[in-house]
């Protein structure tokens, strides 16, 4: 019988706890700092902007004066934008996932096709930008539309989900589309029937989140050139309108120090827009991760 050295064991034990207690420390010390962060980013928007929220801040159009400015304009196009994106994406995405999940052979090919979604996901915005203003804006004559503003975001977004779906459809068991097979279903009913409705709360929840992004960047349309001081509501998808994040870096850069408290109001607009949109997703997640 081998002989154990118990102090041996003792110092290897204390090593390990000392060890455990520091990258424990570690961690917390990275969460608290990232609290910290948002504490004191939510506590400088609200002492700010919070007086200048009001009925007529979201009922006005943008102004040189700070005192009339308001987010309606840019509320109207981000939601008129996101309506544009959301299905394009969607489907796009979505089918995309369903193909190389469930029909495309593994193969080198499908491989280099899946590494290069997962590079194109964390590409710049303002690449995507770049190249919606070469396609949509110029070679298809879109001009500054909701149409190009909204397929450029399309492109931007459409990796994430893509990547969020196929995760989802990769988390469905094995033995449901099994099942289904052996109850003479085919491969389409199989994907339409059992996969889709299972992978449902993470292709939802993906994509709610990477729409909250698209709603939110202002690289790709500051590229394209959307305007930012605009008088009118959008009349169809190719007409110019503006977004709330290009009036909240409008303002943000403008020399008067009361802009900066309108561009603060504007960015509590919008955050309580992305939250609401995120509750969205963790109410979706939290509904349907226990129906299968």
């Known amino acids: 019988m081998a002989y154990i050295n118990h102090e041996v064991v003792e110092r290897?034990?204390?090593?390990?706890?000392?060890?455990?207690?520091v990258f424990k420390n570690i961690f917390l010390g990275a969460t608290l700092l990232a609290l910290l962060a948002l504490v004191i980013l939510l506590y400088r928007m609200i002492t700010q902007g919070a007086g200048y929220v009001s009925f007529d801040f979201l009922q006005n159009f943008s102004s040189r004066f700070p005192e009339k400015a308001g987010v309606f304009a840019g509320l109207v196009g981000s939601l008129a934008m996101?309506?544009?994106?959301?299905?394009?994406?969607?489907?796009?995405?979505?089918?995309?996932?369903?193909?190389?999940?469930?029909?495309?052979?593994?193969?080198?090919?499908?491989?280099f096709i899946q590494m290069n979604i997962s590079n194109l996901a964390g590409v710049p915005s303002?690449?995507?930008?770049?190249?919606?203003?070469?396609?949509?804006?110029?070679?298809?004559?879109?001009?500054?539309?909701?149409?190009?503003?909204?397929?450029?975001?399309?492109?931007?977004?459409?990796?994430?989900?893509?990547v969020a779906a196929q995760e989802a459809i990769r988390s469905v068991p094995g033995s449901l589309r099994e099942a289904s097979y052996g109850m003479g279903a085919t491969k389409w009913q199989t994907i339409r029937k059992?996969?889709?409705?299972?992978?449902?709360?993470?292709?939802?929840?993906?994509?709610?989140?990477?729409?909250?992004?698209?709603?939110?960047?202002?690289?790709?349309?500051?590229?394209?050139?959307?305007?930012?001081?605009?008088?009118?509501?959008?009349?169809?998808?190719?007409?110019?309108?503006?977004?709330?994040?290009?009036?909240?870096f409008d303002w943000a850069k403008?020399?008067?120090?009361?802009?900066?408290?309108?561009?603060?109001?504007?960015?509590?607009v919008l955050m309580v827009l992305l939250i609401f949109m995120n509750s969205i997703a963790v109410f979706i997640r939290n509904k349907f991760q226990n129906r299968y």
């Open 126 to 162: 303002i690449v995507f930008g770049l190249l919606g203003l070469t396609i949509f804006v110029r070679m298809l004559g879109m001009g500054k539309s909701i149409l190009a503003a909204g397929l450029t975001m399309s492109l931007l977004i459409l990796p994430v989900i893509i």
């Open 82 to 111: 996101l309506a544009v994106v959301a299905p394009v994406s969607l489907l796009l995405g979505v089918g995309a996932a369903i193909y190389l999940e469930e029909y495309a052979k593994k193969s080198k090919l499908t491989t």
């Open 254 to 268: 403008r020399p008067q120090e009361e802009f900066q408290y309108v561009a603060a109001a504007g960015i509590l």
């Open 12 to 21: 290897q034990m204390t090593k390990r706890r000392v060890k455990n207690t």
């Open 194 to 248: 059992v996969v889709l409705p299972a992978a449902i709360p993470g292709v939802l929840t993906g994509s709610i989140l990477a729409l909250s992004r698209a709603i939110g960047e202002t690289a790709p349309l500051v590229v394209i050139g959307i305007p930012v001081i605009v008088q009118f509501l959008p009349a169809g998808v190719l007409s110019e309108f503006t977004a709330l994040p290009m009036l909240i």
